[in-house]
């Protein structure tokens, strides 16, 4: 069918007013109908890409890209709480485990699950405000639950530390080692043949024979109360530790503290030597609580501590 050259349109009004007659070409009947065409696909897109997020050209708009873009974001981050929730339940079983051998109270359930304890969630994302809770999905709300929880182990393991460094100061305060490293023990605590007399005679210490000139170490640390010449002890050295204990160091050659010194277990604190009531080379050892004489044998535990 071959198309006309041109078209005529007769208007005709309702009222008794002349007709009219209009001449089109074809090219702009063409014309006009494509461009209507092109308006109507344009609205058509247009009204998807708005209703969508997306656009019609390639690769999308600005908006669509970003979109896209977060989606995958807060796929990979809610992986990432899922991993972070098992590693923070596996230091919570550690954190248990430690306490009950610190003989110290477990974290409770209620408290942990609530996420009670801690300072309040700072701020981790500027883009949503400040708050985690904005994120989709719960994320956000599970971000604020382990923050606390965190917050919580981390006060627990304060706590631990803080106890051990209180256990480990009592424990350096604690006699546990021998006066020297050398010799051999020739009398212990308790009743013995008195060297001098031959009589029975309670000995309130233990005798380490060593040479004179062997280096006397104090067996915890402590403060020097007295360094001083005793009647039947010769040179002495006397340490307080704390809580009623004393150690006594006698029949030394020479004092290598004062009194005031602070010392500490394995220190150099005297020479030994053979003064007051000896009857050959030897280092005198008293444990003392409260004044009363205790069994120093208990105190030493180092695997190097002389034995007889």
Do not use: C
Not at 20 to 25: E, I, K, T, W
Not at 71 to 78: A, N, Y
Request: glycine fraction near 12%; hydrophobic fraction near 40%.
């Amino acid at each position: 069918m071959k198309l006309k050259k041109s078209y005529t349109f007769i208007y005709m009004p309702e009222d008794d007013a002349p007709s009219r007659a209009f001449r089109v070409s074809r090219w702009a009947v063409l014309g006009v109908l494509g461009g209507l065409s092109v308006f109507f696909l344009l609205v058509v897109m247009t009204g998807f890409g708005l209703s969508s997020g997306a656009y019609w050209w390639p690769g999308g708009g600005p908006l669509a890209r970003q979109n896209l873009a977060l989606e995958r974001t807060l796929v990979t981050m809610e992986s990432r709480v899922g991993d972070l929730r098992g590693q923070i339940d596996a230091v919570r079983t550690l954190q248990d485990r430690m306490a009950s051998a610190l003989d110290l109270p477990p974290l409770e359930d209620e408290t942990f699950a609530a996420g009670v304890g801690g300072r309040g969630p700072q701020p981790l994302l500027g883009t949503m405000g400040g708050n985690l809770e904005e994120l989709p999905g719960g994320t956000g709300g599970d971000l604020d639950l382990m923050l606390r929880q965190v917050r919580i182990q981390r006060q627990g393991y304060q706590a631990m530390l803080d106890t051990l460094a209180v256990r480990q100061t009592v424990r350096d305060h604690i006699p546990s080692i021998g006066p020297t490293d050398i010799g051999w023990i020739s009398s212990r605590f308790g009743f013995r043949e008195d060297p001098f007399t031959g009589r029975q005679a309670f000995h309130k210490g233990l005798d380490f024979v060593v040479p004179v000139g062997t280096p006397v170490h104090v067996t915890a640390d402590g403060i020097v109360t007295a360094v001083q010449q005793q009647r039947g002890y010769g040179r002495v050295v006397k340490v307080d530790h704390g809580n009623g204990l004393m150690t006594v160091y006698a029949h030394l050659d020479k004092a290598m503290v004062r009194k005031g010194d602070r010392v500490q277990r394995w220190e150099v604190i005297a020479k030994s030597g053979n003064t007051g009531r000896s009857s050959a080379p030897h280092i005198h050892y008293e444990v003392r609580q409260d004044s009363r004489p205790l069994n120093p044998a208990v105190y030493v535990l180092d695997r190097h501590t002389p034995r007889s």
